[in-house]
């Protein structure tokens, strides 16, 4: 059974850091894309980060750019995504989720999604 | 452009047909991909690719291109299938996502 369980949630002040995992279990991690999807409450869906099986390739939604860095450490079966620079607008559930295709160095649909992590950006 | 534009609300008669629109540029080169969400609950994969259900979703959803217009389908609506649908795509690079804003559907 694919589990991914995000932790590293909470609240933490404007502007100041915090680091998501998700760790993995149930497929081999380390054959497939992953990524961040964030919701703020009531709010649609915003596609935040996604990285490659091998790391190779990376992509960041314009919101996040600069600020927020995805990695993965497949030994670990893990991945992670370190926010930088919080704003206020940055509050949402993060959730990770896991890319549908095999090896594939493009990002395709999203198939399997954590229950999600809550990021609370207030001072 | 990668932005995808869905409608914010849709009605359907409980038994009836209903379609559920995403328009975008980037469908004119690439299948979307649909997702399901419940209130409280993650999202879950519904359509993907060219019309391709993965196991546990029922035969009513389909999905189909026109253009630049990608629509999801339910033939049959179900009181359980009340939720919020979102579709998104990638770019044509591969590597950037974008959803479309999302419609809630109520089943009457």
């Known amino acids: 059974e694919v589990q991914l369980v995000e932790s590293g949630g909470g609240l933490v002040q404007p502007g100041r850091s915090l680091r998501l995992s998700c760790a993995a279990s149930?497929?081999?991690?380390?054959?497939?894309?992953m990524h961040w999807v964030r919701q703020a409450p009531g709010k649609g869906l915003e596609w935040v980060s996604g990285i490659t099986w091998n790391s190779d390739n990376v992509g960041y939604a314009d919101s996040v750019k600069g600020r927020f860095t995805i990695s993965r450490d497949n030994a670990k079966k893990s991945l992670f995504l370190q926010m930088n620079g919080l704003r206020v607008e940055d509050t949402a559930f993060y959730y990770c989720?896991?890319?549908?295709?095999?090896?594939?160095?493009?990002?395709?649909?999203?198939?399997?999604w954590g229950q999600g992590a809550l990021v609370t950006v207030s001072s | 452009s990668s932005e995808l534009t869905q409608d914010p609300a849709v009605s359907v008669a409980l038994g009836q047909t209903v379609r559920i629109t995403c328009q975008g540029d980037?469908?004119?080169?690439?299948?979307p991909t649909w997702y399901r969400q419940k209130p409280g609950q993650a999202p879950v994969l519904v359509i993907y690719?060219?019309?391709n259900r993965p196991s546990g979703i029922p035969d009513r959803f389909s999905g189909s291109n026109s253009g630049n217009t990608a629509s999801l389908t339910i033939t049959g609506a179900q009181a359980e299938d009340e939720a919020d649908y979102y579709c998104?795509?990638?770019?044509?690079?591969?590597?950037?996502?974008?959803f479309g804003g999302g419609t809630k559907l109520t089943v009457l």
């Open positions: 989720a896991k890319d549908i295709l095999v090896g594939s160095s493009r990002f395709s649909a999203l198939d399997y």
């Open positions: 690719g060219k019309n």
């Open positions: 998104n795509s990638r770019d044509n690079g591969g590597h950037l996502v974008v």
């Open positions: 149930g497929f081999p991690f380390d054959d497939y894309a």
């Open positions: 980037s469908l004119r080169n690439t299948y």
